[in-house]
């Protein structure tokens, strides 16, 4: 069974400022990793996903996160924030066929 | 595609009454799955559906909770009757694969006093 470990539940930045959300996984199976972002009253959307070949993964809003193996992470990296940026990421993971397990979420918070 | 779509997106009730959540996948898809949002417990599947058949309902918390797909356009979630702990973000997803990308509907926001 895969399980995800999400280990800042808040991030709090400065506008401007880079920021990594970060994403630790276990799987007995290859893995595709995703990460969604939450706006406020507002469902999940995909941000970006890795399914196989480059392990640096470029998703929307300037958002990219590398699939590291051998560390079994997804972090997820922007090198300027936005205050539009501000929301709550979900980092998800399934293995073969089974359904997608979500991390407890990260709420970033960019502040003027 | 207008996307998965949820009604109602609020819900107030009182304690004891009955709760119904219903929920349009994406035309396609052959997966649908619902979620409860909490600020203690995150995110929670509850129960996922593949071509209208439930697959695995284990998230769901008690008897009170019963989900049905009658058709693959349909999906309801039902609480009854509904408690104060029940109160939550309630959230309809669908998708061509279980491991695959979901599509969230904007989801239902149920409080019971």
């Known amino acids: 069974a895969q399980s995800v470990t999400q280990l800042d539940s808040q991030v709090p930045v400065f506008e401007e400022a880079p920021v990594e959300l970060r994403c630790n996984y276990s799987s007995s199976v290859s893995v595709y990793l995703f990460w969604y972002v939450q706006y406020p009253n507002q469902g999940l959307q995909l941000l970006l996903k890795?399914?196989?070949?480059?392990?640096l993964v470029k998703g929307i809003n300037g958002f990219e996160a590398e699939f590291n193996k051998s560390q079994t992470s997804f972090h997820l990296r922007k090198p300027s924030v936005h205050i539009s940026d501000t929301a709550e990421y979900f980092c998800a993971v399934s293995g073969g066929s089974e359904k997608l397990v979500f991390g407890k979420g990260t709420k970033l918070t960019v502040n003027p | 595609d207008a996307g998965v779509i949820q009604s109602p997106r609020h819900e107030v009730t009182e304690m004891g009454q009955e709760v119904t959540l219903r929920c349009k996948p994406i035309?396609?898809?052959?997966?649908l799955f619902w979620y409860r949002q909490t600020m203690m417990r995150g995110l929670e599947l509850l129960i996922y559906?593949?071509?209208?058949?439930?697959?695995?309902d284990s998230g769901m918390p008690e008897d009170r909770f019963s989900a049905k797909m009658p058709n693959a356009s349909f999906s309801t979630l039902k609480i009854q009757p509904s408690e104060p702990r029940d109160s939550a973000v309630y959230f309809c997803?669908?998708?061509?694969?279980?491991?695959?990308?979901?599509?969230f509907g904007e989801g239902s926001r149920l409080t019971v006093l």
């Open positions: 997803a669908s998708s061509f694969y279980t491991w695959g990308e979901l599509f």
């Open positions: 559906f593949n071509n209208n058949v439930p697959i695995d």
């Open positions: 035309s396609g898809h052959d997966y």
């Open positions: 890795y399914l196989s070949g480059s392990t």
